[in-house]
């Protein structure tokens, strides 16, 4: 349908209104001029300009009343949503932090699964708080056992993935079957549909005692009113939006009555006679636990047949087993804009009358000197206003910049695009933006007017390019000149804009606040992270390290908000390199190493860079390089918890450890250790220079591996030491030691046998299946985990007969040394060098104890060291074997207790 155009005849509002504007232009006049202006018609000169202004200022009202979609569409006409927007998805979603979350995160993820059940593993032992069983509800043609565990493995790995700080998943299992056979008579229309009927009660009774969890697509759901709050509260779904109301609850008990209520809706089925659940008590009701599922064998019931029959096709039952789209667009639509090319400006002295000798053709070759003198003098004075009018289109053509996530580098956007633009693509590859263009995170944006009409001879020093080797005629060598001047970055023009419109201290506080608007706006508290962040160090500005900090924290917002619990992925993060222990006497290679840290770049890469080019160019810092620098990509969240990554950019944790790298190489003589005196080839035996290049080895491996700091979560580190028996007859012994290392899994599996009131005699020649789900102690050829007496405080501890009753405690070693009463189990542990003094300052602990506590789930617990440079030459090697085995040798069961024993041993006595 065409669009029709028409003009409402209401009142303007007074930015667009000609003749209001006019009229307070007049009020003004009169009462700044007094009897001195007394012909304000439209032929006095200056109520021609008044006029000119007013015209020019209903153009800006009108471009100000431009929606906010029209304003942020670029001339490609897309809409800016980088840095500046998070959609729904990005913003509103969450990892999985509840129970449902992880089941509907499941069933999206793993096609074979249609429903999970997740539990806590209920048990007295501390550090299996946090740790979860894990059943699931396959497919029902996925029977063979070979592709069950492939999908276990899927899940276990799909779990840990995302598990949250401080908790684990057990290897999950399918639901057991618990199988009735019914008896009875099943009455049917017609014997013709006999098949597709019995397949539609197997269906109708597996969704009756569990259903599947139902996906329904987001777009659908939210044209029919569903709240985007609650569509999007939980993690991204690929496939569609699963409610907590479609995820179904396993039913344990089944009657008859049920049944028969069940078989009735079923098409087909006329009736049903003298039906009973056998394998029961009563005939009457089938039963299952949390860990199995009931099945129903209906083999043995009796089918008759009515006298109807009903051929027509669309009466056949269909099987309940439907399947969803995978190809489901839930992507929610975007708002368009139209572009306006809201920066380009029309000098007003373009629409004066001739008479005025402003415009293009006002002044020709015969006019006399006194002519162009006038014409120049009030094209300076209309010039002011023009450069206000035109800044002001500018303001408004950059809002895009104004409130996006990053800083701006300059307030002149417009000069940097023609700048690029007249550069050759070989000019282009090792191209800077010229220095005095550039600004630090600017608020106020302005724009040169070139396109004034005879400009040139107004502009300062416009004849600096007025010389040529070339001959050339006197037109053609203005013509240069004049080309030259306006694609000069450094034109005295530019400058004096820059100087009038730009005051450093006014940028930074509005900078400032439109940052802290931006947080609130996404509901981070400002006054919580001006708290965190202040003392944090980047330039050493305190105003733009936040402004620094703040943006940094807001462009990598979606991903930490997504994650915000998340723990590291132990299953699949990657390979923790060896501290350098070798002491390199070359001072050279460690500059390199040095600036590799700086920049994340490889050592190849830096040579003979200065310190400082990266970040800073004619000390304006460049907010753009730090920006990629910090950038928090989806891997890292892989290799580090959310709490790590969240940490290392609001407390800036990077700057202080290249500035004490820095301190320590200044004091370090390539030639000449200022201590002993000694050449470099001798400096090895010097204490000094060792304990010198210990730190930057250890401060180039924080930086490098652990962004910052080590996190250790005790649910990890903790049951892969060695495990203990303690036995009720007394706390003091006798111990019973497991010499064989378990692993998670395998430690927890132990205990849950152990802790159930059997009879079973545990002794030195048992040999326990940790593979059996059962409540009693399988003896197995296979698999042995030997115990043996072990006395702490009873030298002659011999073997005795342990039943399960007798079973006190079961803990590691070590965890009792720390604390036998206190859940140990979720509290992460951080560590930082004591020798950065940074670091050790209560100001640090303050802004750090705030950070943890709030962004730690409310159940975690955390504690932090500083540890000396002689226990990290010990605890960072101990880290990094444990770290590694775990996550390359867990699947494998690999048995982790000699590397986990000497870790927990240095961090008990430090």
Same mark, same amino acid.
């Given at each position: 349908m065409k669009e029709i155009n028409y003009i409402i005849d209401e009142p303007l509002p007074i930015t667009q209104d000609f003749k209001s504007l006019k009229q307070e232009g007049l009020a003004h006049i009169q009462e700044v001029s007094g009897n001195e202006w007394t012909n304000l018609n439209s032929s006095d000169p200056g109520v021609t300009i008044l006029d000119q202004l007013c015209y020019a200022l209903t153009e800006l009202g009108y471009c100000n009343d431009f929606s906010i979609n029209d304003i942020l569409t670029n001339a490609d006409d897309k809409l800016?949503?980088?840095?500046?927007?998070?959609?729904?998805?990005?913003?509103?979603?969450?990892?999985?932090?509840?129970i449902n979350d992880y089941i509907k995160y499941i069933v999206d993820e793993v096609d074979e699964v249609e429903n999970v059940i997740i539990v806590p593993k209920q048990s007295s032992l501390s550090y299996s708080k946090g740790t979860y069983s894990v059943y699931l509800s396959t497919k029902p043609i996925i029977t063979n056992s070979i592709a069950i565990a492939t999908i276990c493995q899927t899940v276990f790995y799909r779990l840990n993935k995302r598990r949250n700080i401080g908790e684990l998943f057990l290897m999950p299992l399918q639901l057991e079957k618990v199988i009735y056979t019914v008896s009875g008579i099943l009455q049917l229309n017609n014997e013709a549909e006999k098949n597709t009927t019995l397949a539609s009660i197997q269906n109708k009774i597996r969704n009756y005692i569990f259903p599947k969890a139902i996906q329904e697509e987001d777009n659908q759901l939210l044209l029919e009113g569903e709240n985007s709050d609650t569509l999007y509260n939980g993690p991204e779904m690929r496939h569609g939006w699963i409610s907590n109301e479609n995820l179904g609850k396993k039913k344990n008990t089944i009657t008859t009555n049920n049944l028969i209520t069940l078989l009735l809706t079923v098409e087909n089925v006329f009736n049903v006679q003298n039906?009973?659940?056998n394998n029961t008590e009563n005939n009457d009701t089938a039963t299952a636990t949390l860990t199995q599922i009931i099945s129903f064998d209906l083999s043995q019931l009796e089918i008759t047949y009515t006298?109807?029959?009903?051929?027509?096709?669309e009466n056949k039952i269909q099987s309940l087993d439907l399947s969803f789209d995978d190809s489901i667009d839930s992507q929610t639509s975007l708002p368009t804009g139209t572009f306006r090319d809201i920066n380009s400006y029309y000098s007003i002295q373009n629409t004066f009358p001739d008479i005025y000798a402003v415009g293009a053709n006002a002044i020709n070759s015969n006019a006399s000197d006194f002519q162009i003198a006038q014409s120049r003098q009030l094209k300076g004075y209309l010039t002011l206003f023009d450069q206000i009018l035109a800044n002001q289109f500018s303001q408004l053509a950059n809002v895009p910049q104004l409130f996006s996530f990053k800083n701006g580098i300059t307030g002149t956007p417009s000069e940097l695009q023609k700048f690029y633009a007249t550069k050759t693509p070989n000019e282009k590859i090792h191209l800077e933006y010229p220095v005095p263009f550039l600004c630090f995170a600017p608020t106020y944006f302005y724009q040169p007017l070139y396109?004034?009409?005879?400009?040139?001879?107004l502009l300062?020093?416009?004849?600096?390019?007025?010389?040529? @080797?070339?001959?050339?005629?006197?037109?053609?060598?203005?013509?240069?000149?004049? $080309?030259?001047?306006?694609?000069?970055?450094?034109?005295?023009?530019?400058? &004096?804009?820059?100087?009038?419109?730009?005051?450093?201290?006014?940028?930074?506080?509005?900078?400032?606040?439109?940052?802290?608007?931006?947080?609130?706006?996404?509901?981070?508290?400002?006054?919580?992270?001006?708290?965190?962040?202040? &003392?944090?160090?980047?330039?050493?500005?305190?105003?733009?390290?936040?402004?620094?900090?703040?943006?940094?924290?807001?462009?990598?917002?979606g991903l930490l908000s997504y994650y915000r619990y998340q &723990?590291?992925?132990? @299953? &699949?993060?990657?390979?923790?390199?060896? @501290?350098? $222990?070798d002491i390199p006497l070359n001072l050279e290679q460690l500059l390199i190493d040095v600036s590799s840290v700086r920049f994340y770049l490889e050592p190849e890469d830096n040579f003979n860079i200065p310190k400082n080019e990266k970040f800073e160019n004619d000390f304006i810092f460049n907010t753009n390089k730090v920006d990629q620098i910090e950038k928090t990509r989806k891997q890292d969240f892989i290799n580090y918890a959310a709490l790590e990554l969240k940490t290392t950019i609001l407390l800036s944790l990077k700057t202080p450890y290249i500035n004490h790298l820095e301190c320590v190489l200044s004091t370090i003589d390539e030639n000449e250790c200022t201590q002993c005196k000694n050449t470099s080839q001798e400096n090895a035996k010097c204490k000094t220079c060792i304990n010198q290049l210990e730190q930057i080895h250890q401060c180039l491996w924080f930086l490098k591996e652990r962004k910052g700091f080590i996190c250790i979560e005790n649910c990890l580190l903790y049951p892969t030491a060695n495990s203990i028996i303690i036995t009720q007859s007394t706390l003091e012994g006798p111990y019973y030691t497991i010499e064989d290392s378990l692993n998670y899994p395998e430690t927890i599996s132990l205990y849950m046998l152990l802790e159930n009131p059997t009879e079973t005699t545990i002794n030195a020649k048992t040999e326990i299946d940790l593979s059996s789900t059962q409540t009693s102690i399988v003896i197995n050829d296979t698999i042995s985990y030997n115990l043996s007496a072990t006395a702490f405080n009873d030298e002659s501890a011999n073997w005795t007969k342990i039943t399960c009753n007798e079973v006190d405690y079961f803990i590691t070693m070590y965890q009792k040394k720390i604390s036998e009463n206190n859940d140990t189990t979720k =509290?992460? =542990? @951080?560590?930082?060098?004591?020798?950065?003094?940074? !670091?050790?300052?209560?100001? !640090?602990?303050?802004r750090l104890e705030l950070l943890l506590e709030n962004t730690l789930p409310i159940d975690v617990t955390y504690n932090y060291q500083f540890a000396s440079q002689k226990t990290l030459c010990d605890l960072i090697p101990a880290y990094i074997n444990w770290h590694n085995d775990i996550t390359f040798n867990n699947l494998a069961y690999k048995k982790t207790t000699e590397t986990a024993n000497a870790l927990i041993n240095i961090l008990t006595n430090s």
């Open positions: 800016i949503i980088k840095d500046q927007f998070y959609l729904p998805k990005e913003i509103l979603t969450t990892a999985p932090v509840t039906l009973k659940i006298n109807t029959k009903n051929d027509n096709e396109s004034i009409p005879n400009i040139k001879p300062k020093n416009n004849n600096a390019f007025n010389f040529s @080797l070339e001959t050339r005629t006197k037109n053609v060598a203005e013509e240069m000149s004049w $080309k030259k001047f306006k694609e000069d970055p450094y034109n005295a023009y530019i400058k &004096g804009l820059q100087d009038l419109i730009e005051d450093e201290s006014i940028n930074l506080k509005r900078r400032n606040e439109m940052l802290d608007h931006l947080l609130a706006r996404h509901g981070e508290s400002p006054l919580l992270i001006n708290s965190i962040i202040e &003392g944090s160090i980047y330039t050493g500005n305190s105003s733009k390290d936040k402004i620094i900090i703040k943006s940094l924290y807001l462009q990598n917002l &723990g590291y992925n132990y @299953l &699949g993060a990657k390979k923790i390199e060896n @501290l350098k $222990k =509290t992460i =542990t @951080l560590i930082f060098p004591d020798y950065i003094s940074y !670091f050790t300052n209560d100001y !640090f602990k303050n």
